[in-house]
């Protein structure tokens, strides 16, 4: 069965530093790959996302993931956080074979403090 | 425009009731998913409907759950003989065919007393 890994679960920064987070995944075949947040109070929104081409893909609000199939990872990376980037990421994927079944990580809650 | 919209935000409800939460996706998206969030974890996929048909709906936890969709447009899930383990967010989400981004709602939060 597939199954996503978000390595951190509560990440606590202060503005301007760099973010990382991880996320591993378990699926043989083929995958599309997805970042979502949410805000507090609000929806969850896509961030980003990757189905093929460039490994390295850019999303919202200065955000970009990087694909390396060999490790089976698709982290998220910022250069500088802001007080509104607190939120929950989630890290998602689906088969290309069964592009409907999003397969969700736990999700990281990160905190930026002022 | 309108996004996906839930109804109700709340419900609790009592250990064995019947319960049904409904789902308006937005106008013109053919498919239409259900997922359970519990607390301190990510949304867990339930069933996804391309249309009017269930595409799949290998994550539905057992025979109490069942959700509908019979004119292609809103949703229906519902839970018979609730228990407690049930409690959980309930979110929605739809998509302009299933490669597409998915839109969530603002999801239905179960509480089973």
């Known amino acids: 069965a597939q199954s996503v890994s978000q390595h951190n679960h509560h990440v606590i920064l202060s503005e301007a530093a760099s973010l990382e987070l991880g996320c591993n995944y378990s699926y043989g075949g083929t995958v599309n790959l997805f970042w979502y947040v949410q805000y507090p109070g609000q929806h969850l929104q896509l961030l980003l996302k990757?189905?093929?081409?460039?490994?390295l893909v850019k999303g919202i609000k200065g955000f970009e993931a990087e694909f390396i199939k060999s490790k089976f990872s698709f982290n998220l990376r910022k250069p500088s956080v802001q007080w509104s980037d607190t939120a929950e990421y989630f890290c998602?994927?689906?088969?290309?074979?069964?592009?409907?079944?999003?397969?969700f990580g736990q999700g990281t809650t990160l905190q930026v403090k002022p | 425009g309108a996004g996906v919209s839930q109804t109700p935000s709340n419900k609790v409800t009592e250990k064995g009731k019947y319960v049904e939460l409904r789902c308006d996706p937005i106008s013109g998206h053919t498919a239409l998913y259900w997922y359970r969030q519990s607390l301190g974890q990510g949304p867990e996929f339930l069933i996804y409907?391309?249309?009017?048909?269930?595409?799949?709906d290998s994550g539905l936890p057992n025979d109490r759950f069942f959700a509908v969709r019979p004119e292609g447009s809103v949703s229906t899930l519902k839970i018979q003989r609730t228990e407690r383990g049930d409690s959980a967010v309930y979110l929605c989400a739809s998509s302009q065919g299933t490669i597409n981004e998915q839109f969530f709602g603002p999801g239905t939060r179960l509480t089973v007393l």
């Open positions: 990757y189905f093929s081409g460039d490994p």
């Open positions: 998602a994927v689906t088969p290309s074979s069964n592009t409907g079944k999003l397969i």
């Open positions: 409907f391309q249309g009017t048909g269930a595409a799949d």
